[in-house]
């Protein structure tokens, strides 16, 4: 992607930490994965339904929301950190509906969510960007499910189209960030790496959600098609490619099963009953038997 001029390719040139050797996003190779059952579930305060005023804007890269310094994350390790701003990359181009950065085996998902915070022993985000110990991001990956809208996604997706252009700004009401997450908070990946575009500083520790949250494709068709950039043109792919690892370990609190088949099949399972029961729901409001 392209941050102003430039494209990622040239990022080192005016930002010598984009070729460090501590970058992200990377690829979470689940064979490779650490197995530390000690790593407890994030704690997370404030996430929940807050009223308030959250503005969304438009930065010609990507829509993001500002959140409230009463969300914190209190980290494993027991640092805690404080939320700054969430913001989305996506696909999109050439028809493409991948765009997410971490990658899990080589597959990319549909969207991205971070949670970047800052770490509460710094004033304010400004302090902690520059600090060796300064910010955490946690991340959430997107799939598709065909039939079903996220109604938790509604009032965000239905604001897009009031921000189409960079430095457009409007206000959410209300924000339920817990349900904007996946189901489950417990399970994820933990390595630390960068910011994902420049300046690229090499002070973030990640966590990675293991589950997905589910869009329908019609959410991410206007996630995908609803931003232009600062050329006018629609926001898409809006991702960096995957970084070496170098020697760094990804941990995990949870045990990858080899069971991926079997979701796979369950997954399928599942949208064909949701799909059954769309069916049947017309017929019935069309005042026939479905059978
Ligand atoms: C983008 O479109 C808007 C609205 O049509 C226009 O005012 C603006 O000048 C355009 N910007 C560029 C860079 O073409």
């Known amino acids: 992607p392209l941050i102003g001029e430039l494209d990622e390719a040239h990022w080192p040139r005016k930002y010598p930490a984009c070729e ?9 190779q689940t064979k490779k994965v650490h197995y530390k059952p000690s790593m407890k ?3 997370l305060v404030g996430y929940e339904a807050q009223a308030g005023e959250f503005s969304m804007t438009n930065n010609g890269h990507t829509v993001q929301i500002s959140l409230p310094s009463t969300m914190r994350m209190t980290a494993p390790d027991g640092t805690q950190y404080v939320a700054q701003q969430m913001h989305f990359h996506w696909g999109g181009a050439y028809s493409e509906i991948s765009g997410s950065e971490h990658t899990i085996d080589g597959v990319r998902y549909v969207t991205e969510v971070h949670v970047v915070h800052y770490n509460s022993k710094y004033q304010s985000y400004d302090e902690a960007q520059t600090a060796p110990d300064g910010l955490a991001v946690l991340a959430a990956l997107f799939e598709v499910r065909d039939y079903a809208e996220n109604t938790y996604y509604s009032n965000f ?3 897009l189209k009031d921000i189409r252009y960079p430095g457009q700004s409007t206000v959410l009401s209300d924000l339920d960030l817990q349900d ?7 399970s994820y990946y933990s390595y630390w790496g960068s910011l994902t575009t420049p300046p690229c500083t090499e002070n973030v520790h990640w966590f990675v959600l293991a589950d997905t949250v589910k869009l329908s494709r019609t959410q991410v068709w206007k996630l995908q098609n ?3 950039n600062h050329q006018n043109k629609t926001i898409h792919n809006d991702y960096r490619r995957t970084q070496p690892l170098n020697h760094r370990v990804v941990e995990a609190n949870f045990k990858f099963l080899p069971n991926s088949e079997l979701h796979f099949y369950l997954n399928n399972i599942d949208n064909n009953l949701e799909y059954l029961r769309r069916f049947i729901e017309q017929k019935k ?7």
Do not use: V
Request: no cysteine; charged share 20%.
């Open 180 to 186: 904007m997450l996946p189901e489950n908070l417990h």
């Open 20 to 28: 460090g050797n501590r970058q992200s996003p990377i690829d979470l």
């Open 285 to 291: 409001a069309k005042g026939k038997r479905p059978w």
């Open 41 to 43: 579930a994030l704690s």
């Open 226 to 228: 609803s931003l232009l």
């Open 157 to 159: 997706i239905s604001h």
